[in-house]
């Protein structure tokens, strides 16, 4: 009997401690990356922020790519409400929302890095338009962040479309990031993040595509001899949070996450160009790598061929997705012509 009272006793006791120490409420946020990274970066930025606007109510943790599976996994568990927020890269949604495929189309976003950065901030068309179609997902579409230009990778320089043919390229799985590479040739190979490096180095694979802090993180450097910069398409990912839980919210909370998100837009961008800055580095201090910029020409071939999987985009995404597509050229189009006045 005592002990069991002893037992009771110390259950409360934990449970009290416990409660007296924790703040009242726990957000989870689930990367696609690494610690390190630039979604990680983001992450401890954005957790820093929450923390200290609700004065420690809310607390933020944080877990780095492994620990709760592939993106696919991490999106389903946002979706279901287990996590409040996560990193949901459209490289792998294209499956569940085909309007995100609107980053796999190359050469289609602005290669300015100040437009770059202002669309991806503001944009209507990605916000609203796209954000629809994620909350139909149950998803909240809270921030479009550029991680640098992707970058080509493998065992030769991958300059024209006769390089590409039959090269085993990894892509991420959205449908149509296999499409971009079949239009040059290559024989696209989807798989998950985490499997990229084995098959490389079991040569399953020829090559693969991501930006350069990536490669360096994720050794993929190690496995490869060339390093290939076409500018084709800048890797974007998606903060998403899910979208019950953001209805839920106080507005006082719905207001500060609006802010934090604004904050960030900034600070990620100048980030993301230092971490690749410095990673481009390492890589290259490391040894065997050869580097290959394109020319305007060369990369003006890979323009050509990649422009009917516009097509293929509009097929898969429907009218929205043509939208989405028409909206942003817009946008572009008249950021350009401010730009110019
Ligand atoms: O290649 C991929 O699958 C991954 N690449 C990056 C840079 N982030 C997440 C994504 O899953």
Same mark, same amino acid.
């Given at each position: ?24 409420t ?21 957790? !820093?922020?929450? @923390?200290?606007?609700? #004065? /420690? $109510? ?7 790519? %492994?620990? +709760? =599976?592939?993106?696919a !996994?991490?999106? @389903?568990?946002?979706? #279901? /409400? $287990? ?7 459209? %490289?792998? +949604? =294209? ?14 976003l ?10 991806l ?67 696209p ?10 098959a490389l180095?079991?040569?399953?694979i ?23 910069e ?12 899910n ?80 939208k ?8 572009i ?9």
């Open positions: 009997m005592l002990k069991r009272l002893a037992l009771i006793f110390l259950a409360i006791a934990t449970l009290t401690a416990c409660g007296e120490k924790s703040p009242k726990q957000w989870r946020l689930a990367l696609e990356e690494v610690q390190g990274s630039v979604q990680d970066i983001y992450a401890q930025r954005f957790k !820093q922020l929450v @923390e200290k606007r609700t #004065n /420690g $109510a809310v607390s933020v943790i944080i877990y780095p790519y %492994g620990a +709760l =599976g592939t993106s !996994q991490i999106t @389903e568990q946002v979706q #279901n /409400g $287990a996590l409040q927020f996560a990193f949901a890269s459209p %490289g792998h +949604l =294209g499956s569940v929302i085909p309007e995100t495929q609107i980053f796999s189309l190359h050469f289609l602005p290669d300015e890095d100040a437009m770059l950065r202002r669309v901030a503001e944009s209507p068309a990605l916000y609203d338009l796209m954000g629809s179609a994620y909350k139909e997902k149950s998803l909240h579409l809270l921030a479009v962040i550029h991680e640098g230009w992707m970058v080509w990778t493998g065992n030769k320089p991958l300059r024209n479309t006769d390089d590409f043919a039959g090269f085993k390229m990894r892509t991420m799985v959205s449908p149509l990031l296999v499409e971009a590479y079949k239009a040059y040739g290559a024989a190979t989807p798989m998950p993040y985490s499997e990229v490096y084995g180095q079991l040569h399953m020829d090559g693969q595509v991501n930006p350069v802090f990536a490669i360096e993180e994720m050794s993929f450097y190690e496995v490869q001899k060339v390093m290939t076409a500018k084709h398409l800048p890797f974007v990912s998606t903060l998403v949070a979208s019950r839980f953001v209805e839920g919210l106080s507005e006082e909370h719905k207001a500060m996450l609006r802010e934090v998100k604004s904050e960030l837009d900034g600070y990620i961008f100048e980030q993301q160009q230092r971490l690749n800055a410095e990673r481009l580095e390492k890589i290259f201090a490391a040894g065997d790598m050869q580097r290959i910029e394109l020319t305007d020409e060369e990369r003006n071939a890979f323009r050509q061929r990649s422009l009917p999987v516009r097509e293929l985009y509009v097929e898969q995404a429907g009218a929205r997705g043509e989405i597509m028409a909206e942003l050229l817009r946008e189009n008249d950021a350009r012509e401010a730009q110019r006045q």
